[in-house]
């Protein structure tokens, strides 16, 4: 088997396996945020979540749409203090 055609071959079963897929990694999530004029570091992020922290797996955390109103709630929260 050929190194091109085993590239091919797990390029399309990633795809495969990412296509339905329901969460995000940090840096999606982190993007999602700046885009909502929300810039949090990792470590306030993880404050926020921690009632409802993202799962982890192989290493990388899952963010999900769900965790979305809670980082708002703790940036309210933050600035009300502020």
């Not at 190194?3 to 982190?30: C, I, P, V």
């Not at 009632?51 to 709630?73: I, Q």
Request: proline letters at 5%.
């Amino acid at each position: 088997m050929s190194n091109q055609l085993w590239h091919q071959g797990w390029s399309g079963m990633r795809g495969a396996l990412e296509r339905g897929r329901k969460w995000m990694t940090w840096a999606e999530f982190d993007g999602l945020l700046r885009q909502c004029g929300v810039t949090l570091s990792p470590w306030h992020v993880c404050r926020a979540l921690a009632a409802n922290p993202p799962e982890k797996v192989a290493g990388g955390k899952r963010y999900t749409n769900d965790h979305l109103p809670m980082v708002a709630a703790y940036v309210e929260r933050r600035s009300g203090n502020a």
